[in-house]
């Protein structure tokens, strides 16, 4: 029997054909040689592949895979079940005569070393459907903080997926031999590693969100005006109570608080400069270079714009009046006497700009008065300037930005310098500045030799002419919209220099304290010494003296020195003709160009603010 045995054993493993009762991927290859059952396992999975089916669901997602997706190769499973029996010599012959004896085997599918394209693709399904972590989102809509709660994500444990679809084919594989036709389908679950969404930090979306309301600003080099900022606020502690109670992905809101700022972008477009904060004007007269240099450094100065907080320099804005930026000579004082020099002039527009200041409530940071009263402003209303020692500055005290314009604009036969200071008046307040002078200090007279003088004459020096001194005391009255009095402010004590008539006479003719009456000798004759007037006591030689050397001192003032019709003056001055041919009370005037001497302006009584 043993050797009958051995003897089956090594026939079964000369036979080359697959034992009784074999199949496999549900296709019977039993007695059938490899390559028949190849042919039959080609056929069985074009045939029925389609109809042995696993289905995969996880949450809420379902997938299929069929037999047909598998990519199973026909002749790794002809050899699979060819050696169904066959694992050991000894026994083989034993299987042979259990598989005749009507034991049926499924031999177990070859699936291949490779991950099937079907089955990566599945994994790729579903961390595109159910992968990702879904983070809670969240938004400002309208007065309400609206917010998503995130969704757990799943990602796909690989290393027991295949296992789990191989299980659950072979588990199809049986149903579909033990059915013989129809739809097979297998269900599985899916195994996935779930990872729940992170809770939002509260804290930082608060930071993030809430916010302190911004007024919109305007960029001072493009003038375009900035968006506005809208306060926000809320309970971070209501956000996350209400966070707790949602289920993933529920959406819910809670109430914010909504801040207006000041101004919107929309609101401050409408109120940029649109109001007159202050204005002011002089007459522009002199010489044609001291209107030019008036002009280009009111050129320069017009349209600057000076943003809430920030300091006007006249200095800085019309840098140095030298002949390089194009200014020209015209007439200065220096050292107390008259003299040309570049950017003669210049004064004007800072006094004319200052002139507008103080019909407005800016505040007035440096400002000095000229050594010698101007006239074309009010006694006490003018600011001078001398580029490197004195400067004329100002501070926009407002909310708002402010722009100056100045220029030159034709009234009738006057040509007037006109500053406007425009801003954002809310409140309605306004300005009006007064002066009034006093400690009056007439000029006295000295005498100059002059040898261009003929004998037996004199003549007043046209070029130093003289100037009355006084003090001149400024207020600036503040009033609100319905002209109610705010505020008196004091702007200061101005004092200007009084400046001597100066006589020139012959030298040839001798000391004036020996002539008679004030007069010099004619040429050959002598005077008594017995009959010397004081010099103190001389009359007005331009009354005594040929007609037509002899100029009225009354008369000499600067052309362009007039008078504002506002300014105060003082008793017993005259009268002076102007270049339109009215009279106006005389304060003799410097009406000359950037300063006198650089510090003749600022005395201890000048105004520095």
Sequence with gaps: MLASYLGLCAWVGSVNTIFPNVSVLGVDVSGMTEGQAETALQEGLEKNGENIQLALAYQYQNYTLSLADMNLSSADNARAAWQEGRGNFFLQGGSYLAHLAGISRRAEPAWGTDEPQAVTDLVRQVEEDVGNVTQASYAIEGDRLTMTKGRSGASVAKDQLLTTVYEGFEEAIAQWESQGEGLI???????????????????????????????????????????????????????????????????????????????????????????????????????????????????????????????????????????????????????????????????????????????????????????????????????????????????????????VTIAPEWQGNKELLICRIYGTNEEGVYAVPESYAFDWQAPTTVYQPDETIPRGTTKVDAVQNPYTGLKAQAYRSIFDKDGNLVEKQDMGVSVYKMRPKTILYNPADGDPATWVNGVPPQPGTTTDPGTTTDPGTTTDPGTTTDPGTTTEPGTNTDPGSTTDPGATTGPGTGTSEQPDGSTDPVIPSNNEGENEDPMAGVPSQDIRA
């Design 185 to 403: 389908i297998s269900q599985e679950e899916l195994p996935v590693e779930e990872t729940p969404p992170q809770e939002p930090d509260f804290n930082a979306i608060h930071q993030e969100l809430a916010a302190e309301p911004k007024s919109a600003v305007m960029d001072p080099e493009t003038f375009a005006v900035s968006d506005h900022v809208v306060g926000v606020e809320f309970d971070v502690q209501e956000l996350k109570s209400a966070y707790d109670q949602a289920g993933e992905g529920e959406t819910f809101s809670i109430p914010v608080t909504l801040t207006q700022p000041k101004d919107t972008k929309e609101s401050l477009e409408g109120k940029l400069f649109r109001d007159v904060l202050g204005e002011g004007s002089t007459v522009l007269t002199g010489t044609a270079n001291r209107k030019f240099n008036v002009k280009l450094a009111a050129e320069a100065c017009n349209g600057a714009v000076i943003m809430p907080g920030e300091i006007f320099s006249f200095n800085g804005q019309t840098g140095s009046r030298s002949a390089s930026m194009g200014y020209k000579s015209a007439t200065v004082y220096s050292g107390g006497k008259t003299v040309e020099e570049v950017g003669g002039g210049v004064c004007q527009t800072s006094s004319t700009i200052y002139y507008a200041l103080l019909h407005s409530a800016l505040e007035v940071v440096e400002r000095y008065n000229h050594g010698y009263n101007t006239g074309y402003v009010p006694v006490g209303m003018d600011a001078t300037v001398y580029y490197g020692v004195t400067d004329f500055r100002f501070k926009n005290n407002t909310d708002y930005p402010i722009k």
